[in-house]
């Protein structure tokens, strides 16, 4: 599987913009780009996914960069419920693959009031 | 709430001893993922089965096995438990098994293994 690499950790105040960042210089033509987060005490949940365009959607907007080897992460205003892991991640589309998620570390989020 | 449901909760049990998490996919979700979430090896994707069917193995111990029934809920049977065994498992479901499927996860069964 194709790695990303994420911070560890990044803050930011409440109502205020969040990018983060992720890098997979590795990626394949085929794989997308998903995100995942996982607030305190409660599974993953999806937030968006892309493959080369920018995409937006309620929660988020994700931005891929031209030659695909990063993107970026951007909650437009941060709430305190936005605190969490936020996991990047390829999602594997090779022949024969099963469609696994790959979970790194992720960068854990706090968003300070 | 994802609409995928997981019992029992909380589970504490005995080393050696065997037990046997479930869950139910979200309405019309045909494919089951089963992780692992350990603090030493983070989420861990354990097996996927899709309709039925076994579609994909990962990182799962041979003490560990899974199946998925007609009404499409899956139970994740753990068996000579270890103390390693404590974790967080949580079950996926998606719609189908397409690559671009969003996975959604069931609030997590925590085992601990005493």
């Known amino acids: 599987d194709a790695k990303t690499t994420q911070p560890n950790s990044m803050e930011s105040n409440e109502e205020e913009p969040v990018h983060l960042p992720c890098n997979h210089s590795?990626?394949?033509?085929?794989?997308?780009i998903h995100w995942y987060r996982q607030l305190p005490s409660q599974g993953p949940e999806y937030v968006i996914h892309?493959?080369?365009s920018n995409v937006n959607n309620r929660m988020a907007s994700l931005a891929i960069a031209e030659d695909r080897k990063s993107s970026t992460l951007i909650l437009h205003r941060a709430t305190l419920r936005d605190a969490a892991v936020y996991y990047c991640?390829?999602?594997?589309?090779?022949?024969?693959?099963?469609?696994?998620?790959?979970f790194g570390k992720g960068t854990l989020l706090t968003v300070n009031p | 709430d994802s609409g995928v449901t997981q019992t029992p909760k909380h589970l504490i049990t005995a080393t050696g001893q065997r037990v046997t998490l479930r869950c139910s996919p979200r309405?019309?979700?045909?494919?089951v993922y089963w992780y692992q979430q350990s603090l030493d090896q983070g989420l861990q994707f354990l097996i996927q089965?899709?309709?039925?069917?076994?579609?994909a193995k990962g990182n799962i111990l041979e003490r560990f096995s899974a199946q998925q029934f007609p009404d499409l809920h899956s139970e994740l049977n753990l068996s000579s438990l270890e103390l390693g065994d404590s974790a967080l498992y949580f079950c996926?479901?998606?719609?189908?098994?397409?690559?671009?499927?969003?996975?959604?996860f069931g609030p997590g069964t925590r085992l601990l293994v005493l």
């Open positions: 089965y899709y309709n039925g069917e076994e579609r």
């Open positions: 309405s019309g979700d045909l494919s």
């Open positions: 991640i390829l999602r594997d589309g090779g022949r024969g693959s099963n469609y696994k998620l790959t």
């Open positions: 892309g493959l080369t």
């Open positions: 590795t990626i394949s033509g085929t794989d997308y």
């Open positions: 996926a479901s998606s719609e189908s098994a397409g690559l671009r499927e969003t996975q959604y």
